[in-house]
């Protein structure tokens, strides 16, 4: 596919048969497998820790998908056009969402050992978590888990299904109904992750809140789903695979969306720490404390050198964002790092003299990493990899940024 063909016309926007990455959802659905029933045996001696490590992996993976959704949304709420040649990678992630549903299940079965709110012996010594109990009990917990879902499960399906017929019909009217869908739609996002990265984070520690917790995650999740489009449009355009649809112009500017967003994340983390250390009260500052203490000042100090400092300089300039491969390594970098950030955020609260890395660190984040990966693998093998009769496609295709 080039700036001068014909969407429709082209035959090189999906993946052909027999190729390495038609083969996604078989390699990562067997690492799925392998990895669950791995799990499985570690949990029988350490069921806690299964709980926590499942967390971990489940909010990192859900963070790429909302991530995702989000980056649809905007597109379509901002009428943009140069988009449209790596929507498709956005699109193939959120349809995640209604299965990772299913990865919420060892949530609700861990509660007890999750969140001390919903146990009845720290309920009964506990007033502040009693004051907290018309909001925190685990009837309303799932009751919200499962408005979370249905949300985030109707957004995308509207999305992708229209999104996949327009590829057989061409009808631009579907462009301008998922316009309309789009303002409703991101208010709708915007309240449930926020709400949810309170049920599923914040909640960890009930004693503790912060007003920005939201927006935090919500960044994460932002400088997530931007890492992992860079690495499957680099990854696909190295393969041969539509690479005429994505300019170097389209690197650049996600490149620079990252770049973006690692300095809002960097914003709101320091943002939510700062006013907490000046007002210095006691209620407030317990979070962070446990995060300063031990070893976990280490990951504190690591988390800010590598999701910021690091970054900041290595992407500020323009020459790596227009290195595929050069762009490709930042990206992974970042997706590494925000796994690290995850991990800070929920195992002080298991681990809280020092960090205590285990293996049901790894096999879950194989177990739930793996089914999102083959499920994306199966969305991106069973259709074209650009949304091939969007109306802005074209626009899309002969984009410069300047």
């Known amino acids: 596919m080039s700036a001068g063909s014909t969407p429709e016309a082209s035959d090189d926007a999906r993946i052909p048969a027999g190729h390495a990455w038609g083969k996604l959802p078989v390699i990562f659905g067997s690492l ?10 570690l949990a029988r001696g350490n069921e806690k820790q299964f709980y926590f490590s499942w967390l971990v992996a489940f909010m990192y993976f859900l963070s790429i998908a909302l991530g995702g959704l989000y980056f649809v949304l905007l597109q379509f709420l901002s009428k943009a056009g140069w988009s449209a040649a790596v929507r498709r990678i956005a699109e193939n992630a959120m349809v ?5 549903a299913i990865f919420a299940i060892p949530i609700l079965l861990g509660m007890h050992d999750l969140f ?39 957004l995308s399906a509207i999305l992708i299904r229209s999104s996949f017929a327009q590829d057989e019909s061409g009808d631009h009217a579907i462009t301008r109904r998922l316009q309309m869908v789009a303002p409703p739609g991101m208010a709708l996002f915007a309240l449930t992750l926020t709400f949810a990265a ?7 520690d009930a004693h503790w809140y912060s007003t920005i917790f939201g927006l935090y995650y919500f960044a994460g999740s932002v400088v997530a789903i931007y890492a992992f489009m860079i690495v499957i449009a ?20 996600l490149g620079k969306l990252l770049f973006g967003f690692v300095v809002f ?18 209620e407030e500052t317990i979070w962070f404390r446990a995060r300063l203490t031990g070893s976990w000042q280490n990951v504190t100090i690591l988390l800010a050198l590598c999701h910021f400092v690091i970054p900041f300089f290595v992407m500020m300039g323009r020459t790596i964002k227009r290195k595929p491969a050069l762009l490709r390594i930042a990206a992974l970098w970042m997706l590494a790092i925000h796994y690290v950030d995850l991990h800070w955020l929920v195992m002080p609260n298991l681990h809280a003299a020092g960090d205590a890395p285990a293996l049901l660190d790894l096999t879950t984040f194989l177990a739930v990493g793996g089914a999102f990966l083959a499920i994306f693998g199966y ?5 074209a990899v650009v949304p091939i009769r969007d109306p802005r496609l074209p626009e899309s295709l002969s984009y410069e940024n300047g």
């Open 265 to 282: 994340w960097t914003y709101m983390g320091f943002a939510q720490f700062f006013l907490i250390w000046y007002a210095n009260i006691p």
């Open 379 to 383: 969305f991106l093998k069973g259709h």
């Open 234 to 253: 680099t990854g696909l355009r190295n393969a041969g695979i539509a690479e005429g649809a994505w300019r170097l112009d389209h690197f650049h500017d």
């Open 116 to 154: 001390h709110w919903a146990r009845p012996d720290e309920l009964a010594r506990d007033a502040v978590l009693r004051s907290k109990a018309p909001f925190l009990n685990p009837t309303f917990f799932l009751v919200r888990m499962v408005i979370y879902f249905v949300v985030w499960t109707l």
């Open 32 to 41: 799925a497998v392998v990895g669950f029933g791995i799990s499985l045996a």
């Open 198 to 204: 309170i049920d599923w984070l914040m909640s960890l």
């Open 96 to 100: 995640t969402l209604p299965f990772l």
